[in-house]
């Protein structure tokens, strides 16, 4: 079997499991005076050091979550209420056109349910925000801005944003600015305090971490209003008894990931170089999407015209090929990804597109297989359409 969906879910590694399963028997509340509960706070403080030394942050301003889903809501939503307090004029919500759901579904919520203005920014032709068109969405009324959301990296066709510009073009206006680096993280320079950003969401289970843990870092002076409420853990952003095990493999992971970073991306451009030339070979009206030049190392997002992506992913599996048509929330359901509508491919192209992702376990075996058995794959797929069209 060969698995080439690491933008969905990854791998946890093995050091990991060590961390986590060595915690898992403990007892002990991290919010408890006693000495197993403080013994359990070491354990998690510990973790949260390390995350903020990882990705250039403080320790105070990392808030564990359950994952990226919940940091960006927390984000969006609790820097949202929190701005909009202090003014309630403040009922802009400015997100790219290609954000996950994650950060996009949040922000139509808040537009649908507590009477905020959602905004998406265009993005170009390679799926980029350029610095110029938030400037442009932010100066038609800045007061009304009440936060930000840009991605770092894109999971679908990899497109890195210029965070540091946007982030300074929000700052100029005093505006909050989010980005969800969930993919960034581990194969990007993410670095928190560098990146001027105000809040950044991260995900364990994207880097080789457990699923169910995450973080949000969120700059200090910041205080986004709760999603849940409760015990107040996590200076009030984040109630709920924090989960031991899952900070520690957290941690880990982040640890791991970012001190391999450099040789790790260097891996995944080698891999994707090596599948992209094939495939091209194999299938030479292939189409690659995203930004060749600013893109993240382990995707390759790729159209084959007159094709299926649904009926391309059951032939790659039905050969032990795992892969994805975009994001694999959307996934089961054929609908073209937003990501490639807001880049200006048309319909019948972004529904013709594979997503296929390495990760550190990949192989160039991997890679081969892959390629082996994209051609005949294709020529099934379009002979399949071609006869239904008949
Ligand atoms: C996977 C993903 C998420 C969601 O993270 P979960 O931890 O699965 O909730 C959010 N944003 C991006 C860019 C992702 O790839």
């Not at 002990?28 to 030394?53: C, D, K, M």
């Not at 994207?206 to 700059?219: E, Q, R, T």
């Not at 989960?243 to 080698?270: D, I, K, M, Y």
């Amino acid at each position: 079997m060969v698995y080439l969906d690491h933008a969905a879910t990854t791998e946890v590694r093995p050091e990991v499991i060590a961390e986590m399963a060595a915690q898992l028997g403990a007892l002990g509340n991290p919010s408890s005076l006693h000495g197993h509960g403080r013994a359990a706070r070491r354990t998690v403080e510990e973790a949260r050091e390390s995350i903020a030394a990882a990705v250039g942050a403080t320790p105070h301003e990392v808030v564990f979550t359950a994952g990226g889903t919940e940091s960006n809501n927390i984000a969006i939503k609790g820097l949202y209420w929190a701005r909009n307090a202090e003014a309630p004029a403040r009922t802009r919500i400015l997100v790219s056109a290609v954000e996950h759901h994650a950060a996009l579904d949040p922000a139509r919520w808040m537009a649908d349910h507590q009477g905020a203005v959602y905004e998406e920014l265009p993005v170009d032709a390679v799926g980029r925000v350029t610095p110029r068109v938030l400037r442009d969405a932010i100066e038609r009324d800045p007061d009304s801005v009440a936060v930000v959301s840009v991605m770092w990296a894109n999971n679908e066709i990899g497109t890195l944003q210029p965070v540091r510009e946007l982030a300074a073009v929000a700052a100029e206006f005093g505006v909050p600015f989010h980005t969800d680096a969930v993919q960034a993280v581990g194969v990007q320079d993410v670095d928190f305090a560098d990146s001027g950003v105000s809040a950044l969401t991260l995900s364990g289970h994207k880097l080789g971490g457990p699923v169910g843990a995450g973080a949000l870092v969120v700059a200090r002076g910041l205080a986004p209003v709760p999603v849940l409420h409760g015990g107040g853990q996590e200076r009030d952003i984040r109630s709920g008894t924090l989960p031991t095990p899952l900070t520690r493999g957290l941690a880990t992971a982040v640890g791991l990931a970012v001190a391999e970073r450099e040789e790790h991306a260097e891996h995944l451009a080698s891999l994707r170089d090596e599948l992209e030339a094939g495939v091209r070979e194999a299938v030479p009206d292939v189409v690659v999407n995203g930004d060749p030049d600013r893109r993240l190392p382990g995707i390759a997002h790729l159209s084959f015209p007159g094709c299926e992506g649904d009926a391309l992913l059951m032939l790659l599996d039905a050969r032990g090929v795992s892969c994805s048509t975009g994001s694999a929330c959307s996934a089961g359901v054929a609908q073209p990804s937003h990501v490639l509508l807001a880049t200006g491919v048309d319909t019948e192209v972004a529904l013709s597109s594979l997503r296929l992702s390495l990760g550190r376990t990949s192989t160039m075996g991997d890679v081969k297989r892959l390629v082996a058995e994209i051609g005949p794959a294709v020529e099934r797929a379009r002979a399949a359409r071609a006869k239904r069209r008949r």
